[in-house]
């Protein structure tokens, strides 16, 4: 189904499809999705890292038969790496192929050739609007960019067009799904929020994130997920420096499968740490808090 058109018929379309993937999307996660669908908005994820932003926009664009292409921002992401540039060291080639050409014809020669399209270094903003199929389009953690680049995302994202001065204006004719992640480190401007809708993703609860567990690992006992799930929780009320994401608790789940263990027990979570605790001092902490004897 065409992103052009509507691709979802419901909020229940949307868990339902989700789902499919393998993302389970509770209410507010669903009906957001919908909205954004239904309004032709970009949508602004907001939340702690780990907690399945980026995971929606690829689940998003597998439930809809959509191309994902992907936008990792970071500070110093400029225009050239963001949008488009120039292939300057084939210009340079083009323009000493034609060095020989007599006069000022000769120089309007390569000056019409190296400002053409295949001149041109298409980056993922550019790619994602001159698609003529369905497109996700995650702008993963926009907080990270400088405000220059947010300026940038206000252009593209209010009328979806991009001018390139040599080559005129290029206007999308299949909008793309255009999710924005946020991690919360600054706060991003009203201009950009009013521009989209927005939803606040946090850890889910026990319940939800053991169905998420049992659901990506589904050999495992669910006893074990049930310690798993807790154990996490538990780490994540700490103060560490990194907090375990739900992808660690899968890779958890998976540690748990793939040694054998019979029963998750205090040694058996001492082993393997590290799997969801990236810190040696986050895992001094939890040791410690958790009683643990450490190997």
Partial sequence: MSLQEHAFADVADVRERLRGTGYLADEAIATTVFLADRLRKPLLVEG?????????????????????????????????????????????????????????????????????????????????????EPTVLPIDETDKTDVEVEGLLLEVLSDFQVTIPELGTISATQRPFVILTSNATRELSEALKRRCLYLNLDYPSAEREKEIVLSRVPDLPEKHAESLVRIVRALRAMELKKAPSIAETIDWAHTVLALGFDTFDEAAVASTLGVVLKHASDQARAISHLKLTAN
Avoid at 95 to 117: K, L, M, T, V
């Fill in 48 to 132: 702690p890292a780990g907690v399945g932003k980026t995971e929606l926009a690829k689940a998003l664009a597998t439930a809809v038969g959509a191309e994902l292409i992907r936008l990792q921002c970071y500070e110093g992401l400029d225009e050239a790496r963001a949008l488009y540039e120039w292939n300057y060291k084939k210009q340079l080639l083009r323009i000493q192929a034609g060095s020989g050409d007599a006069g000022a014809q000769g120089w309007q020669q390569a000056h019409d050739d190296i400002f053409s399209e295949e001149f041109l270094l298409s980056r993922p903003l550019l790619t994602a609007i001159r698609r003529e």
